[in-house]
């Protein structure tokens, strides 16, 4: 195989790979009924004038599977903590009791669950925009190469053949994902 050829294909994988991650990424953002601590990475805490994310003012820990505790390092930040939880639309209603902030995490309803779906789909869909916005790259440009005919065919096969193989990936990822929004 040309050498170009074979860059262009790692390349692709590459970005191909990186669209898988973020992918997982988002879905960890979804929850599925259990309490955990990535449910607010996306928290931002006004730090003396600053947002700040949650993870580097408290430590967020499970004492349960339906709880989460908040605990910061400087008892100040309690009430902003309880704040930034509130505003940031999760769903929950923290608890303050002087030394951290408790979470319960309320089971979720049937709506929500089909809005998580809902959610997790699009998720996947943007993964798969971004394998196929990969694959376009990755044909136009061994079609720029000086090369024959057949070899660039065979390139654009590797290509499809790497693209199906990572919509497959993405789709099973969904399902996956699926079966534990719905698991009640």
Do not use: C
């Not at 979720?108 to 998580?116: I, N, S, V």
């Not at 798969?128 to 096969?157: F, M, P, T, W, Y």
């Amino acid at each position: 195989m040309n050498e170009e050829i074979k860059f262009i294909l790692d390349t692709t994988k590459e970005g191909m790979d990186s669209a898988i991650a973020h992918l997982e990424k988002m879905f960890l953002k979804i929850r599925a009924g259990k309490a955990s601590p990535v449910m607010l990475s996306s928290v931002m805490v006004e730090y003396y004038g600053s947002p700040t994310p949650l993870s580097q003012v408290a430590n967020v820990n499970t004492p349960d599977a339906r709880t989460l505790s908040v605990q910061p390092w400087e008892k100040n930040m309690l009430h902003e903590i309880e704040k930034a939880i509130m505003n940031a639309n999760l769903g929950f209603n923290p608890m303050n009791n002087g030394d951290f902030v408790i979470i319960n995490v309320p089971p979720l309803t049937e709506e929500r669950r089909r809005d998580l779906v809902k959610q997790a789909k699009a998720e996947a869909e943007d993964a798969k925009i971004g394998v196929r916005n990969a694959r376009q790259e990755a044909n136009k440009e061994v079609r720029s190469l000086e090369v024959s005919e057949d070899l660039q065919k065979n390139a654009e096969a590797d290509v499809q053949a790497l693209t199906d193989k990572y919509i497959k990936k993405i789709d099973a990822f969904l399902e996956a994902k699926e079966a534990e929004i719905m698991k009640v």
